[in-house]
């Protein structure tokens, strides 16, 4: 992917237009981390860029960034630009197409986001920042004051990078971090949802934690219980410890498996029926929330003589034919009974057996 968008804006620079590569990819490959997202920006304008590479379809977006795929990469090549003026603590009113690629750095969050790649494979840094790299440092570009007031998404951003970058933010970029965490609410709950995801899989994601606390932010995310929680690796096992799924956006699927996780944890998770109702999936992420041997609850998971209510030989209306009834409600308590009783090996799973137990019970 990389030698190929080094061929691509080759062909922008070959064309009369100024290319780099920019941001999280040239980050990531200083450090010597792993990343597959490339952003290309140019002098070429939006309308430029699509007669050049052959683009019937416009796949602008109103900030100037157009997905081109060259070889069948997805590249996003975004035109060098100025923001005018941001509105609601988040996105530009308007941005104005500018050749000046230094002014086109200006207006980024975090100088470790601005060094750049040339079509001859050069770090190129405009800024003289490539020091904070070095000394694994967030820091803003310019004035903290105004780039985190511009856009609140950078509070999260630069809590994010730290995390999993494993660097340190400056002081005074942090001081602004707190002095706005208030903007924090501004925000949609998806793209802060976004952004905790990503923390919460992080390796370093207790870093993560320690700074959300530490600069007061878990009241205005509205996760008030992250510093008691235990943040396991399961992205659904945090965030039903955290008890927002009321606020923040989830599948219904997501949310019955907090609610069955949330339940689990009140219950004896030793016990095979327990096993059994919740699920192996649901266990397993209460068994590590509990810091509990999985061993020993997979071996118990393994030893289950079913492992569903189909699994049972023997139908509702049989035991109703078998006790000479009409069928009814009843016919579902003595299932479940039954279940239990197999699930806990008090019964064996045959059909002359659950019949005979029947008899005797009912």
Do not use: H
Request: net charge positive; with cysteine; aromatic share 10%.
């Amino acid at each position: 992917m990389y030698n190929k968008a080094i061929e691509l804006i080759n062909i922008l620079n070959d064309n009369g237009y100024e290319s780099y590569i920019v941001g999280g990819f040239v980050r990531d490959k200083l450090i010597g981390k792993e990343s597959s997202d490339i952003d290309i920006c140019t002098s070429a304008t939006p309308k430029e860029i699509m007669e050049l590479f052959d683009i019937a379809t416009s796949t602008e977006n109103q900030y100037g960034a157009v997905t081109v795929i060259y070889k069948n990469y997805k590249y996003d090549v975004t035109t060098f630009r100025k923001e005018m003026k941001y509105e609601g603590n988040r996105k530009p009113v308007k941005i104005k197409y500018i050749k000046n690629f230094k002014k086109d750095l200006l207006r980024r969050d975090f100088t470790i986001n601005t060094l750049c790649i040339d079509k001859d494979e050069k770090v190129i840094d405009l800024l003289n920042v490539r020091k904070d790299l070095d000394n694994k440092l967030i820091r803003t570009v310019g004035n903290p004051r105004y780039r985190i007031y511009e856009d609140s998404l950078r509070i999260l951003r630069a809590i994010r990078f730290s995390a999993i970058l494993d660097f340190e933010i400056e002081e005074k970029t942090k001081y602004y971090l707190t002095k706005y965490s208030y903007l924090l609410k501004t925000l949609s709950y998806q793209r802060k949802k976004d952004e905790l995801n990503k923390m919460f899989l992080s390796l370093n994601k207790e870093k993560g934690r320690e700074l959300l606390v530490n600069l007061k932010l878990c009241k205005d995310l509205d996760i008030p219980k992250l510093k008691d929680i235990d943040l396991c690796d399961d992205l659904i096992g945090i965030w039903a410890q955290l008890e927002v799924d009321n606020i923040y956006p989830f599948t219904k699927l997501e949310k019955e498996q907090m609610s069955e996780i949330r339940a689990l944890m009140k219950e004896n998770i030793y016990d095979a029926y327990t096993i059994y109702k919740y699920g192996l999936y649901v266990t397993t992420v209460v068994t590590d929330i509990k810091n509990i041997d999985r061993k020993k609850i997979n071996n118990i998971y393994s030893k289950l003589p079913i492992l569903s209510s189909k699994d049972i030989k023997i139908k509702p209306i049989e035991i109703s034919k078998i006790l000479n009834r009409n069928p009814g409600s009843y016919l579902k308590d003595i299932m479940k009974d039954i279940e239990k009783e197999i699930v806990r090996n008090n019964l064996d799973n045959d059909y002359e057996k659950i019949k005979e137990y029947i008899i005797n019970k009912y």
